[in-house]
C-alpha cells in the first residue's frame, strides 16, 4: 500500500498569506522584541517594519494600562500558551489605538527559539460607531441636542436636586412658528437647516449648566436648573427671544425665525416631569395663540386649553 505523500507549502507561501491577510500580525521573539510584522499591521499602528524591528514591544505601550495588566498576559502566556483581549496601543503619530489582540506563544527546542505572534484587529472604526450608537440613544440625529429620552432623564434627576437642596427651576417649552411654512415653499432640507439653526442659537443663549433637548419636530425644552430668582428663566427666554430676532440668511433670501415659548416652575407648577411639562407646553400654546414671537407664563386650568 503506497504512503500518502506529505503535502508541504512551498518556502514563503506561509508569509505571502500572513501578509495579505486583513488582520495585522506581528512576530516577537522570546524576549518580546519584534522581529517581523506584515503591512495589515503598518498600516494599523503606522510603523513600517524597517523602523520596528529589533525594537522591544514596550513601544506600544499606550499609558492606560498598569504593569500588572501586561504581567497577568505574560503569566497567562507562560501557562495557557495563549492571551486574548482588548487593549490600547499607542501609534506611530502618538495617538492611542483601541486593537482586539490575540497572542499565541510557540515554543521551540530551547528558550531561545520560542516566538509570540501577534493578531491584531483594528476597533477603532468599530468603537466609534459603538459610540455613535450610543449618542444616539438618547439624542437627536439631526440637532444632536438630547432628545425627551434624555431630557425626561435629567428632568427627574434635576428634580431630586431641586428637593434637596431647596432649589428652584424652570421649563422653557418652545415651538418655532413658521416651520410648517419654511417647509412648504423651500422644502424639507431646508427645513432641517432651520431646526439645526435653532438648536444652536438656544445652545448658544442657554446657561452652560442647562439642558436644551429636542422634543420632537419644531418643539424644544430648555432646562434651567440652580435658579436663586424665579426671573433666572424669565432671562433665559428673553436672550433665546433677542437671538431668534435675526433672520437666517439662505441664498438670496432672510427666512424669518419667530419662536414661542412656554415657562413653568418647580415647586409653583408642579413636583413631577409631568406636570411641569404639561404646563409650560400649555402656556406655550397660550403664547402662540396671542401672536407669534410671544412666551406664557405660570400656571393655568390645563383641562381649559
Not at 506600544?60 to 501586561?70: I, M, N, P, T
Request: glycine share 8%; with cysteine; aromatic share 8%.
Amino acid at each position: 500500500m503506497k504512503r500518502a505523500r506529505e503535502t508541504m507549502l512551498p518556502p514563503g507561501v506561509a508569509e505571502r498569506i500572513l501578509q495579505h491577510t486583513s488582520e495585522g500580525v506581528l512576530l516577537c521573539d522570546h524576549r518580546h522584541r519584534i522581529y517581523w510584522v506584515n503591512d495589515a499591521f503598518a498600516r494599523i499602528m503606522g510603523y513600517a517594519l524597517a523602523e520596528i524591528r529589533g525594537q522591544p514591544m514596550t513601544i506600544f505601550r499606550s499609558g492606560h494600562h498598569d504593569s500588572a495588566f501586561y504581567e497577568a498576559i505574560y503569566e497567562t502566556l507562560l501557562h495557557q500558551g495563549w492571551w486574548e483581549g482588548e487593549m490600547w496601543r499607542r501609534c506611530r503619530n502618538g495617538g492611542i489605538s483601541p486593537v482586539f489582540v490575540n497572542v499565541t506563544r510557540i515554543e521551540g527546542p530551547t528558550p531561545e527559539d520560542t516566538y509570540y505572534v501577534d493578531f491584531v484587529t483594528d476597533l477603532a472604526d468599530y468603537k466609534r460607531h459603538e459610540r455613535r450608537v450610543e449618542f444616539l440613544i438618547g439624542h437627536d440625529p439631526l440637532t444632536e441636542l438630547p432628545n425627551r429620552v434624555l431630557l425626561q432623564d435629567r428632568l427627574k434627576s434635576a428634580l431630586r436636586r431641586a428637593h434637596r437642596h431647596g432649589k428652584r427651576l424652570a421649563v422653557l417649552f418652545a415651538d418655532l412658528d413658521n416651520l410648517k411654512e419654511i417647509n412648504d415653499n423651500y422644502g424639507h432640507l431646508v427645513g432641517d437647516t432651520v431646526l439645526r439653526e435653532a438648536a444652536s442659537r438656544l445652545r448658544s443663549t442657554a446657561r452652560e449648566e442647562d439642558t436644551v433637548a429636542r422634543m420632537s419636530g419644531d418643539e424644544f425644552v430648555v432646562l434651567v436648573e440652580n435658579m436663586d430668582d424665579i426671573r433666572d428663566a424669565e432671562r433665559v427666554r428673553d436672550a433665546i427671544h433677542r437671538s431668534f430676532s435675526a433672520p437666517l440668511e439662505h441664498g438670496d433670501d432672510q427666512l424669518q425665525m419667530a419662536i414661542s415659548i412656554g415657562i413653568s416652575h418647580y415647586p409653583d407648577d408642579g413636583t413631577d416631569t409631568d406636570a411641569l411639562l404639561a404646563h409650560a407646553d400649555a402656556s406655550m400654546y397660550r403664547a402662540k395663540r396671542a401672536g407669534r414671537g410671544r412666551s406664557g407664563h405660570g400656571t393655568s386650568d390645563i383641562d381649559n386649553q
